[in-house]
């Protein structure tokens, strides 16, 4: 629907109080921004500052959440950009989801008045709104990209599931190109290649979906509920299952008895799995992180002190690449929640693996930075949220940073480290639509 009728039938109009800050150090500028000026569902906001003649200045509403700049200087860091709030015409709207992708920040926002929410994608260097799309309701599982390889001219595409409905927008516009109703529950996020998109079920059944139809290419029964989402490995899509299975199968036959392999882990696994360097890391319910090849064999294995349960985030640093696996609290012999610092290990043939460090009562790893990684602490005994800066080879402890006025704060892959203006940087987003970002401050 163009934006012109959809503005005539609801009245809306997205806008936003933002400050953005330079990495080089810029003077703070207030303004509000309707983000969708003209038509259609694409924001045209350019970089450049409201004139006089633009929309009127307004105080950000969320300002309480906004960390200082003083407190910021002190700890080697700085305001990158900074966005007070999103309004839905006339009303302050909040926001219920956020989802750092490789691309951009996502957002899914609460209803306004009309009962409406939107998906709103930023973009990660300046804060403006790229384009929203109207959803039904909010997201239960994060949303997906693919690229088309150069050679096909086709426009890179973006995924979102509503119940067991998969959706399909252009990523660059947010137009919806098109929605499949499927004959499954949808239990993990959309993966696509070219051809296909592959999906996880409650049923304990991996699908493949072509494009095209909305009916599955192949299924592949396991013996158990399937979270893990499916990963693009290789020439396998793999897929994990509660009953602790990883299976690599082939993207267009499903399994193949030739071609296609099982690794039997110890316990369910339902987190994520990484694919990094030829390596396929898996986290399990048996107390490890495996490190598999391509052909699904075991490379090395990491034991931990309790479940592993969260995705494992991988970086790559100057001294290294590391692992970083957060084992769960573990009641029976009174271990609190763990993050083990794992070194990789070079070479195909590994008689083991060993962590530099370890620290407790970590909720997750946020980012890496030049010497630093980021962690988020569980919450204390009075509820605070507290963000820690680690020495990556060490860690040491570098600085802590209070960061209770916000709700969402995603991990930041910055492709494994290797994306050097993203390396570093902390997104931090509040239900009240504020979002501050910051990096390292240059030296």
């Known amino acids: 629907m163009k934006f012109s009728s ?25 303004s509000t921004r309707d983000f969708f000026s003209g038509s259609g569902k694409t924001a045209v906001a350019p970089a450049s500052v409201a004139s006089s003649a633009g929309p009127a200045l307004a105080a950000p509403v969320a300002a309480n959440s906004r960390i200082p700049e003083s407190v910021l200087k002190g700890k080697g860091l700085e305001e990158v950009w900074y966005l007070g709030e999103v309004v839905s015409g006339k009303e302050r709207i909040d926001l219920q989801r956020a989802y750092l992708l490789d691309e951009d920040l996502f957002c899914v926002t609460g209803p306004n008045s009309s009962r409406q929410r939107h998906l709103i994608r930023f973009s990660r260097q300046s804060g403006h709104a790229v384009w929203y799309e109207d959803i039904e309701g909010t997201l239960v599982y994060p949303p997906s990209t693919y690229h088309y390889p150069a050679s096909v001219l086709r426009d890179p595409e973006l995924y979102y599931t509503q119940l067991d409905k998969v959706i399909c927008l252009d990523l660059d516009t947010g137009r919806k190109r098109w929605e499949r109703e499927l004959s499954f529950p949808i239990s993990t996020r959309v993966v696509a290649n070219e051809s296909h998109i592959f999906l996880g079920s409650d049923l304990k059944r991996a699908y493949a979906v072509p494009k095209n139809l909305n009916v599955e290419q192949w299924t592949y029964l396991t013996k158990g509920r399937i979270e893990a989402s499916p990963l693009l490995a290789g020439d396998k899509v793999v897929f994990a299952s509660h009953d602790g299975s990883v299976t690599g199968l082939i993207p267009t036959d499903g399994w193949d008895k030739v071609r296609s392999w099982k690794f039997k882990t110890g316990d369910r696994v339902r987190s994520d799995l990484a694919f990094y360097e030829r390596g396929i890391f898996v986290g399990s319910a048996d107390y490890k992180l495996y490190c598999l090849r391509l052909d699904g064999t075991v490379r090395w294995s990491f034991v931990t002190e309790a479940e592993v349960n969260e995705p494992p985030a991988i970086y790559s640093t100057a001294g290294g690449s590391y692992a970083f696996a957060i084992s769960d609290e573990n009641t029976l012999k009174g271990l609190p929640r763990t993050l083990f610092a794992i070194p990789l290990p070079k070479g195909d043939d590994v008689a083991a693996v060993f962590d530099s460090w370890k620290m407790e009562n970590v909720k997750k790893v946020v980012s890496i930075g030049q010497k630093n990684v980021y962690v988020l602490l569980e919450p204390g005994a009075s509820g605070e949220k507290t963000l820690v800066a680690v020495d990556v080879a060490t860690g040491k402890e570098a600085f802590r940073l209070d960061v209770a006025g916000f709700n969402f704060i995603p991990n930041n892959s910055a492709d494994f480290g290797r994306n050097n203006t993203e390396r570093g940087r902390i997104y931090l987003i509040s239900r009240t639509g504020a979002i501050q970002v910051l990096g390292e401050k240059s030296l």
């Open 6 to 30: 959809l503005k005539q039938k609801l009245g809306l109009a997205l806008v936003a109080a933002w400050v953005t800050c330079s990495i080089a150090g810029c003077g703070a500028v207030e």
